[in-house]
């Protein structure tokens, strides 16, 4: 819980309340609910949405990298969507904090990735975004890769 207490990055929830169990000493953590989970928001997102969803995954997966933060896993069940249509961390559980390299958060930015294309029946990544989704070595090569979006920066 303290990496998740002192993670101060836009869209990652903050608990509202943690502790443990008076009956049985189990922890709990309690986080605002948000208006969906991500994966009922992928059954029946547009393409132009998942590739939003896939910009905003790439941005927590780039701040989380540069905070050293990394998690064990990509499941899309750590993730919520707003009625603004934002995709918000709302599962921190098991994160380490880790190397500042940009490497760890691919593994898992990956893991979503392919189940987000599995379970969103409007996105469907083409050959040359598979091969970069598989081959990328930083967040930037792969939001440029796979969103759909030219990101580019100034000189």
Request: aromatic fraction near 6%.
């Amino acid at each position: 819980l303290k990496i998740w207490t002192q993670t101060l990055i836009p869209q990652v929830l903050l608990p509202l309340e943690f502790g443990v169990t008076s009956q049985d000493d189990r922890p709990f953590v309690a986080i605002e609910q948000l208006d969906s989970s991500f994966q009922r928001s992928l059954e029946v997102s547009s393409l132009e949405q998942c590739r939003e969803y896939i910009l905003d995954l790439c941005r927590l997966a780039a701040s989380l990298a540069a905070q050293g933060t990394t998690l064990p896993d990509g499941d899309l069940r750590r993730f919520a969507v707003s009625t603004g249509g934002r995709v918000w961390l709302t599962d921190l559980i098991g994160a380490s904090q880790q190397s500042t390299q940009p490497i760890t958060c691919i593994v898992w930015l990956r893991e979503t990735l392919n189940q987000m294309e599995a379970l969103a029946p409007a996105l469907s990544f083409s050959a040359k975004e598979k091969e970069c989704l598989s081959e990328s070595t930083t967040v930037l090569e792969l939001a440029q890769g796979i969103s759909g979006a030219e990101i580019k920066f100034a000189d």
